[in-house]
């Protein structure tokens, strides 16, 4: 296995956006090989941290830049951990043969070589999708579970645009790609109010005319990957603290599916953030990163201001199971 320090560097700048500049002195970036696939992770170290790493994991159109956002309430805190995984990012091309197995073991690998024992362990969308089989396969690795915009199950909205979008893409149209993808993941306007809804919108639709042909290529490698393989395993989830949350107005993996998904989580519990939809962690950042921030740290989280009621879905199905 190859491992190397490289120095940390800033995204590339978007036509008309202005990203959150690095913080070279406290970045550091790590490219690492598993299974013969390069990829590079991002940490960036916090030496007074008050609870375990923060790993986050994205979803498939965010790379390890993504979080530099959430990092003025996340990095006070801890260690925050970021990943191109193979197969996204700037990281090496991943055959759709290799499934999502091979992405958790990925995870663990990149927390042996960075010498992290354990993690508090974000994933939202995508991101959660490699989480959990990460912490189903490594619990030893986990302290705590935060999942957002996420389901145990293939959205049948995804699952029905897929083979669209990847015709749209494989011809080139690429304008005709990212409607597609800004309609897939964001709510009709008329769901209800969500906040920064048309900046969003905007900013989706831009980073999406923006791909490069390496980024399209691993696109369609990554749907068929998800199609292929699926994405949930009834594996056991480490009985530790666990929080699911999404936008109340999530079209994509809505609020039952967020709740299906605590209910296969010992404990956990389940919210969701008012005036959001899939995009939770971008249209509501401080919101969000407030939240992932004081799961983290064990302070209350019941009855936020931003937040809807808090359930426990693992609980009440255990309360409707007749007794033996």
């Not at 990829?39 to 960036?44: F, K, P, S």
């Not at 091979?102 to 960075?114: N, P, S």
């Not at 994405?231 to 936008?247: D, H």
């Not at 919101?287 to 009440?316: K, V």
């Amino acid at each position: 296995m190859r491992t190397a320090v490289i120095a940390a560097q800033a995204p590339p700048r978007a036509e008309g956006s202005r990203p959150v500049p690095s913080e070279p002195e406290r970045a550091e970036e790590r490219e690492l090989v598993f299974g013969g696939f390069r990829y590079t992770c991002r940490i960036v170290r916090q030496g007074a941290p008050r609870t375990a790493p923060l790993l986050l994991l994205g979803g498939s159109s965010q790379n390890r830049y993504s979080w530099q956002s959430h990092e003025k309430w996340l990095a006070p805190l801890c260690t925050l951990i970021t990943v191109d995984l193979p197969g996204y990012g700037s990281s090496d091309f991943l055959p759709a043969s290799y499934d999502i197995d091979f992405l958790g073991d990925a995870v663990q690998h990149m927390l042996t070589e960075i010498g992290v024992p354990e993690v508090n362990l974000f994933g939202g969308c995508f991101g959660e999708v490699v989480g959990l089989r990460f912490a189903q396969r490594h619990p030893e690795s986990v302290r705590r579970i935060i999942f957002a915009a996420a389901a145990n199950r293939l959205p049948e909205l995804y699952s029905e645009a897929v083979p669209r979008l990847t015709r749209t893409l494989e011809r080139g149209d690429i304008a005709g790609a990212a409607d597609g993808l800004v309609r897939l993941f964001m709510s009709n306007p008329g769901a209800g109010k969500v906040r920064r809804h048309t900046a969003v919108a905007r900013l989706l639709q831009r980073q999406f005319m923006n791909q490069t042909p390496d980024d399209i290529r691993k696109a369609v490698e990554h749907n068929i990957r998800l199609v292929t393989h699926g994405c949930y395993e009834p594996l056991p989830v480490p009985r530790v603290p666990a929080l699911v949350f999404t936008g109340e107005y999530d079209t994509l993996c809505t609020p039952e599916m967020g709740r299906e998904l605590a209910a296969t989580m010992p404990g956990a519990l389940f919210t969701t953030v008012k005036e959001a939809d899939h995009l939770v962690t971008v249209e509501r950042r401080e919101e969000s990163a407030d939240l992932i921030a004081r799961f983290c740290t064990d302070r209350p989280i019941d009855d936020l201001p931003y937040c809807g009621p808090l359930d426990s879905p693992c609980a009440e199905l255990a309360d409707m199971k007749p007794s033996a």
